[in-house]
């Protein structure tokens, strides 16, 4: 009796424990999610009343916040074809032919990756663009992306086809098919589960970047919405708060749409090879 | 159907020699166990004919053509894997078919034959099904399907049955036997079930640390096992090898061990070579020890370890006090209890000698 007890009170402790820190993070969410119908602004939790659609009709009148959510496509398009394909192909290569010293490589370039991708590399970045003649360009964007996530992307990917039996590939050689054929009909698919994850945290963590568009780019007509939402702030550095949330909806609503689509269309998990 | 050859093959993988030196011919129709214990070499061996590995030195030779640099799909040949590498995002007929696929038939064609084949293989009702939603032994049917749904050369097998369980397996390898009976392919199998090659081969390689010790034919292999090594590894259970002391003396072989009795063998040159060192090996067959009685001459004894009735017939083991174990099967109902002194008796045409290095000594009936 007692010790049924006992456990029922620890279950209490830990259910309160937990649903106290889901709301702490729920709350924001929540706020998201009902502040951009709300007319008036409001820091703290409010139902709308009335509820309105007036914020989102002033930000789509917004022609620069506008041509900023597709400029932030465009890049994070860029950027996730350029770091799937390359990772691909890299991590393929690295997994799977006899190259000595590889597993160095891999672990140096990722090593590096932070730091390129960080801001302490944003001086020489900002001059090895300029060099090349692509300061105010899409390109530039998506090229220091790409730079940047890629040993990462290859890392994680090699793992992924690290754990692949080379028997799959082998058995379509064997059957007579190319090294290519045997890429493209038997291990591309094998490997698209972990592509996929690849490419989605490719686009996150460009679609949400800041610093490097910030600095690459000089005219309007090419800024991300990152950087765009800061037309949302008074001139004297004060957010609308109202047309902010209503924009971050917006502006957030392509990841989250990308997260449905991929777990409905491939689901988040793998493969796996057969049971041996 | 082909030939197959290997010409002073050797491999190494950085300082690691997996395979010394192996020459070998295969002729057309043949099907070849490799057989040995884990690690000597046998799956790279298999792979240097498929193409998957490149040899050190040495030549491939396939149908009289070298292949030693050719690419896998380039030789003319079918391999079922170890872990059947079935292609997980492709349905059991896209499986079966995809060797049709990639030597460009139309898809109605090469499903149709697909069909065909997993209809003989017994899998023709789960075509739509995924490699994941069927189970072990007809995963490794359609691995099956797949290699013979297009015509090969040489058949490839790397421990096909392996991942199967008892009775899936005997099944298999009866299926298999009359497969090679009815379509006389030329195939190399590996395995390190004695019993796999013995059913199957027709001839066996008995392979130890990358070497061929022996190449014959299974009854060969069984009968006059080429070293204590392959005496060893042949039968269930294997030979007993008894080590014992010779001596030569009034014309004829004296042998002497704990707990063995041994008439006086016939001294033939070879015995009598061997003698000189005063070392031997005395191996009898499970199967060719029976419980003593008066009359007997050659006995092995010790007391019982262990008595397990297998239905049929009985596995006796004897502990020799320090010299190792004797198992014998015998057709008895008798309970022997554990401890007990046993007399296990054999015949002397039963008996294989080996010298000291391991090497058998022909017997006097051979010549
Ligand atoms: N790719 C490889 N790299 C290094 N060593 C290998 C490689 N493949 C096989 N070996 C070694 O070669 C030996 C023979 O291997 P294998 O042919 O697979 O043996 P078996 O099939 O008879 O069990 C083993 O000791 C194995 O560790
Ligand atoms: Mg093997």
């Given at each position: 009796?007692?010790?049924?007890?006992n456990?029922?009170v620890?279950?209490?402790i830990?259910?309160?424990?937990?649903?106290?820190?889901?709301t702490?993070?729920?709350?924001p969410?929540?706020w998201?999610?009902?502040?951009?119908f709300?007319?008036?602004a409001?820091?703290g939790?409010?139902?709308?009343?009335p509820?309105t659609?007036?914020n989102?009709?002033t930000v789509?009148?917004n022609?620069?916040a506008?041509?900023?959510?597709l400029?932030?496509?465009?890049?994070?398009a860029?950027?996730v074809v350029?770091?799937g394909?390359?990772a691909?192909?890299?991590a393929y290569?690295l997994s799977r032919?006899?190259i000595?010293?590889k597993?160095?490589?891999?672990y140096i370039?990722?090593l590096?990756?932070?730091?390129?991708?960080?801001?302490a590399?944003?001086?020489?970045i900002f001059?090895?663009i300029?060099a090349?003649?692509?300061i105010?360009?899409?390109l530039?964007v998506?090229?220091?992306?790409?730079?940047?996530l890629l040993?990462t992307a290859?890392?994680i990917?090699?793992?992924?086809i690290?754990?692949?039996p080379?028997?799959?590939?082998?058995?379509?050689m064997?059957?007579?098919?190319s090294?290519l054929?045997?890429?493209?009909d038997?291990?591309?698919p094998?490997?698209?589960?972990g592509i996929?994850?690849?490419?989605?945290?490719a686009?996150?963590?460009?679609w949400g970047s800041?610093l490097?568009?910030?600095?690459?780019l000089r005219?309007?007509k090419l800024?991300?919405?990152?950087v765009?939402i800061?037309s949302?702030?008074?001139e004297a550095?004060?957010?609308i708060?109202?047309l902010?949330?209503?924009?971050?909806?917006?502006?957030?609503l392509?990841?989250i749409a990308?997260?449905?689509?991929?777990n409905?269309?491939?689901g988040f998990?793998?493969f796996?090879?057969?049971?041996? | 159907m082909?030939?197959?050859e290997f010409?002073?093959?050797s491999?190494?993988f950085?300082?690691?020699v997996a395979?010394?030196?192996?020459?070998?011919q295969?002729a057309?129709?043949?099907?070849?166990?490799?057989?040995?214990?884990?690690?000597c070499g046998?799956?790279t061996?298999?792979?240097?004919?498929a193409?998957l590995e490149?040899?050190?030195?040495g030549r491939?030779?396939i149908?009289?053509?070298?292949v030693?640099?050719?690419h896998?799909?380039d030789r003319?040949?079918?391999?079922v894997f170890?872990?059947?590498a079935?292609?997980?995002?492709?349905?059991?007929a896209d499986?079966i078919?995809?060797?049709?696929?990639?030597?460009g038939?139309?898809?109605?064609?090469?499903h149709?034959?697909?069909k065909?084949?997993a209809d003989v293989?017994?899998i023709?009702?789960l075509l739509k099904?995924l490699p994941?939603?069927?189970?072990g032994?007809q995963?490794q049917?359609?691995?099956l399907?797949?290699?013979l749904?297009?015509?090969?050369?040489?058949?490839?097998?790397?421990?096909?049955?392996s991942?199967?369980d008892?009775?899936?397996?005997?099944?298999?390898r009866g299926?298999?036997?009359h497969?090679?009976?009815?379509m006389?392919?030329?195939?190399?199998?590996?395995?390190?079930?004695?019993?796999?090659?013995?059913?199957?081969?027709?001839?066996i390689a008995?392979m130890?640390k990358?070497?061929?010790?022996?190449?014959?034919p299974p009854?060969e292999i069984?009968r006059?096992?080429?070293?204590t090594?392959?005496?060893?590894f042949?039968?269930?259970?294997p030979m007993?090898?008894?080590p014992v002391?010779a001596?030569?003396g009034d014309g004829?072989l004296h042998l002497?061990a704990?707990?063995?009795q041994?008439a006086?063998i016939?001294l033939?040159d070879a015995?009598?070579k061997a003698?000189?060192?005063?070392k031997m090996?005395?191996?009898?067959r499970?199967?060719h020890?029976?419980i003593?009685?008066?009359?007997?001459h050659?006995?092995?004894?010790?007391?019982l370890?262990?008595?397990?009735?297998m239905g049929?017939?009985s596995l006796?083991?004897l502990?020799?006090g320090?010299n190792?174990?004797v198992t014998?099967?015998i057709?008895?109902d008798?309970e022997?209890?554990?401890?007990?002194?046993?007399h296990?008796a054999?015949?002397a045409?039963?008996?294989?000698?080996?010298?000291?290095?391991?090497a058998r000594i022909p017997?006097a009936?051979?010549?």
């Amino acid at each position: 009796m007692q010790k049924t007890q006992n456990i029922f009170v620890r279950r209490a402790i830990f259910a309160a424990a937990a649903t106290f820190l889901g709301t702490v993070f729920a709350l924001p969410l929540v706020w998201f999610v009902f502040a951009p119908f709300n007319a008036r602004a409001e820091l703290g939790l409010a139902i709308p009343s009335p509820f309105t659609l007036s914020n989102f009709a002033t930000v789509f009148q917004n022609t620069f916040a506008m041509q900023a959510l597709l400029n932030s496509l465009i890049q994070a398009a860029g950027g996730v074809v350029l770091v799937g394909g390359a990772a691909t192909l890299a991590a393929y290569a690295l997994s799977r032919s006899p190259i000595p010293g590889k597993g160095a490589v891999t672990y140096i370039l990722l090593l590096f990756s932070s730091v390129v991708s960080g801001s302490a590399a944003m001086v020489p970045i900002f001059l090895i663009i300029s060099a090349a003649g692509l300061i105010d360009t899409h390109l530039a964007v998506i090229l220091v992306f790409a730079g940047g996530l890629l040993p990462t992307a290859m890392f994680i990917l090699r793992d992924f086809i690290d754990a692949i039996p080379r028997s799959y590939e082998e058995s379509a050689m064997v059957a007579g098919a190319s090294p290519l054929q045997a890429f493209f009909d038997v291990a591309l698919p094998v490997i698209r589960p972990g592509i996929v994850v690849v490419v989605v945290w490719a686009f996150v963590n460009i679609w949400g970047s800041f610093l490097i568009p910030f600095i690459l780019l000089r005219s309007d007509k090419l800024m991300p919405a990152s950087v765009a939402i800061y037309s949302f702030y008074s001139e004297a550095g004060t957010p609308i708060v109202t047309l902010l949330a209503a924009y971050s909806l917006i502006y957030s609503l392509p990841v989250i749409a990308l997260y449905l689509f991929v777990n409905w269309k491939f689901g988040f998990r793998f493969f796996g090879g057969i049971k041996s | 159907m082909a030939s197959v050859e290997f010409q002073n093959i050797s491999k190494t993988f950085g300082a690691f020699v997996a395979v010394p030196d192996i020459s070998f011919q295969i002729a057309d129709g043949e099907f070849i166990c490799l057989l040995g214990p884990s690690g000597c070499g046998k799956t790279t061996s298999l792979r240097m004919i498929a193409g998957l590995e490149t040899p050190s030195s040495g030549r491939v030779m396939i149908g009289g053509r070298d292949v030693t640099y050719l690419h896998p799909k380039d030789r003319g040949i079918s391999m079922v894997f170890q872990d059947y590498a079935l292609y997980p995002h492709m349905n059991i007929a896209d499986n079966i078919a995809y060797p049709l696929k990639v030597r460009g038939e139309a898809e109605t064609k090469r499903h149709a034959r697909a069909k065909d084949v997993a209809d003989v293989l017994k899998i023709g009702d789960l075509l739509k099904r995924l490699p994941s939603q069927i189970s072990g032994g007809q995963q490794q049917r359609t691995s099956l399907a797949r290699a013979l749904v297009y015509p090969s050369e040489v058949y490839l097998f790397d421990e096909p049955l392996s991942n199967l369980d008892a009775k899936l397996r005997l099944e298999a390898r009866g299926f298999l036997n009359h497969l090679q009976r009815d379509m006389g392919m030329t195939a190399v199998y590996v395995t390190h079930d004695q019993a796999e090659a013995m059913a199957l081969a027709t001839r066996i390689a008995v392979m130890d640390k990358g070497r061929i010790v022996q190449f014959a034919p299974p009854i060969e292999i069984y009968r006059r096992p080429a070293t204590t090594f392959v005496a060893n590894f042949v039968g269930n259970p294997p030979m007993n090898l008894v080590p014992v002391e010779a001596s030569v003396g009034d014309g004829a072989l004296h042998l002497r061990a704990d707990g063995l009795q041994v008439a006086p063998i016939e001294l033939t040159d070879a015995v009598a070579k061997a003698a000189r060192s005063g070392k031997m090996t005395l191996g009898v067959r499970p199967e060719h020890l029976r419980i003593a009685g008066a009359t007997d001459h050659n006995i092995l004894s010790g007391e019982l370890f262990a008595n397990e009735n297998m239905g049929p017939e009985s596995l006796v083991t004897l502990e020799r006090g320090d010299n190792g174990r004797v198992t014998a099967r015998i057709f008895t109902d008798d309970e022997i209890k554990v401890g007990t002194s046993v007399h296990l008796a054999f015949d002397a045409r039963h008996v294989t000698l080996f010298d000291d290095t391991g090497a058998r000594i022909p017997a006097a009936d051979e010549r």
